[in-house]
């Protein structure tokens, strides 16, 4: 792909403040979301959500939504008021996926520019496919990777997309250097 991000660039759907994912002013307040934290996902059916957590501090570090026979794993990051990550970002995920004997090709999806890879890691051995997706939002990045039906067939894809879309990102006013992992949390529901 040859029209590359400029390092430093902003990258996200022109619609993102009125189709997601959300910056937490931008969140319909009356929507019953589950709070993670850092980000909160609307609930839908068919929707299994993992935490995954660092077995030594025992911190959330991504949030695992199971959907449309696909898998999306999600994480926010603090981002500079007027700098995208997400151009630095494919740049290391491209070298990490080569150095691991991967395959991978930028391409223009939905949500801008992504990654498609295919990494050991599937069944028997073998290899899998994975989608890797990113959107820079006011003063947060937020980073996706697409398994399963997802990573490959349309209209799974597209559910995907749609559910990622749907994420609100919770950055909050403290200073935070960018680059960090916005701090997730055990789920709350409205109400409880």
């Known amino acids: 792909m040859t029209d ?3 390092d430093g660039a902003k990258s996200a759907p022109a619609d993102r403040a009125e189709n997601g994912p959300f910056d937490e002013s931008e969140a319909n307040p009356v929507r019953p979301y589950i709070d993670l934290g850092g980000i909160k996902v609307l609930p839908r059916e068919g929707l299994n959500l993992r935490l995954e957590v660092d077995e030594k501090t025992q911190r959330v570090v991504a949030v695992g939504l199971d959907y ?3 898998t999306l794993q999600v994480q926010p990051f603090a981002a500079p008021r007027s700098l995208g990550l997400w151009g630095e970002t ?3 995920i491209r070298d990490q996926v080569s150095q691991q004997g991967g395959r991978v090709e930028e391409r223009e999806g939905p949500l801008g520019p992504e990654l498609l890879a295919e990494v050991a890691g599937g069944d028997q051995g073998g290899k899998r496919i994975a989608r890797f997706v990113g959107v ?3 003063r947060w990045f937020l980073r996706g990777v697409i398994g399963g039906r997802g990573a490959s067939d349309a209209e799974a ?3 995907v997309e749609d559910l990622f879309r749907s994420i609100v990102v919770v950055r909050g006013g ?7 992992l916005i701090p997730l949390a055990m789920p709350t529901t409205p109400g409880s």
């Open 4 to 6: 590359e991000t400029p």
């Open 68 to 70: 449309a026979e696909s």
């Open 90 to 92: 494919r740049a290391q």
């Open 136 to 138: 820079d939002g006011p």
């Open 157 to 159: 894809a597209a559910q």
């Open 174 to 180: 403290a200073p935070m250097p960018p680059r960090d």
